[in-house]
């Protein structure tokens, strides 16, 4: 018998893959008179396949991560303690020193920040979950990224949103992070859809199973995400953003979907360039009487 995995990218939206295997077929004298061969889809397998070893490979990066960002943020608080003594003992007169320290204590906060996401992109597996409602915390999040931006959202939710076991602060950073990347998305300005509502799958969607859930759209009609960056958006440290221009560093992303796998949850996104991106987060939730949802 012969066997092979191969993979054929112009079937389906984004490839599939096949095991292939062949055999002889002998009469009864041992003679070769034809062969058989079977084809079987291992696409999802293949899926989950990779979606374990990315796992295995953020853990891992978490783990030295959260260490060395621990490290580094007891170091920056010294580092500030001391550029703060130093501000209120320099005279009034002596400004280029008074500027110096600000610039300094400046850019030591920002380095804390830093310290403080690589911290939460490593605990991210750790939620504290308790029975929350996301309304709130998507309007929350929607105000306080967009106030005083020419970026406008009015969020569409289903009056009986069903309640999901989150940890509320992770998910409010994701919502933010999210929205922050729409916004960005749409330097001139315009409108972004936010929408939360009820649905069921009846079907496994790549890593998530059949159930009831909160199905969290933001949709951007911003610059699109050209289709071969689309794998890569969630790795650390990727961005298609100019460095001169980006607000963050890479992390944000990769935090949601820590923090969202971690929730037994999943994110998907849908991209096209000069169009939008349309991002599709799902939390596991209860149905408070099974009214709401939105067959998938």
């Known amino acids: 018998a012969y066997e092979v995995t191969e993979f054929f990218p112009d079937l389906g939206e984004k490839g599939k893959w096949f095991r ?13 008179f034809g062969a058989m061969e079977t084809l079987e889809d291992i696409t999802e397998q293949k899926t989950a396949e990779e979606e374990l070893l990315k796992r295995t490979k953020n853990e891992s990066l978490g ?80 105000q306080k990224v967009l106030e005083g931006s020419n970026v406008t959202c009015q969020p569409v939710i289903v009056p009986d949103l069903w309640p999901t076991e989150i940890d509320a602060m992770q998910i409010k950073q994701v919502m933010e992070n999210m929205i ?56 650390p440290y990727f961005t298609t953003k100019e460095t001169k221009d980006r607000g963050g560093i890479g992390l944000g992303l990769a935090i949601c979907d820590s923090i ?11 991209s096209l360039v000069g169009v939008g991106t349309t991002f599709m987060v799902y939390l596991s939730a209860t149905p408070n009487d099974g009214k709401n949802g939105v067959s998938s």
């Open 63 to 142: 783990t030295f991560a959260d260490g060395v960002a621990k490290d580094f943020d007891s170091l920056l608080t010294a580092i500030l303690r001391n550029v703060f003594l130093a501000k209120i003992s320099a005279s009034e007169e002596d400004k280029i020193l008074e500027n110096g320290l600000a610039i300094a204590e400046r850019a030591g906060l920002q380095a804390k920040e830093l310290a403080h996401r690589l911290i939460t992109f490593a605990q991210g597996g750790y939620p504290v979950k308790k029975n929350e409602k996301l309304d709130v915390i998507i309007k929350d999040a929607v």
């Open 180 to 235: 922050t990347n729409a916004k960005e998305a749409m330097p001139e300005g315009g409108v972004i859809d936010v929408i939360a509502e009820n649905t069921t799958t009846g079907t496994n969607i790549r890593t998530m199973g059949k159930g009831n859930y909160v199905r969290i759209i933001i949709k951007d009609r911003g610059v699109g995400i050209p289709r071969e960056n689309l794998s890569k958006i969630f790795d």
């Open 260 to 270: 969202i796998k971690y929730h037994n949850g999943l994110i998907t996104v849908e």
């Open 20 to 32: 292939i295997t062949a055999a002889k077929l002998r009469d009864s004298s041992g003679r070769i």
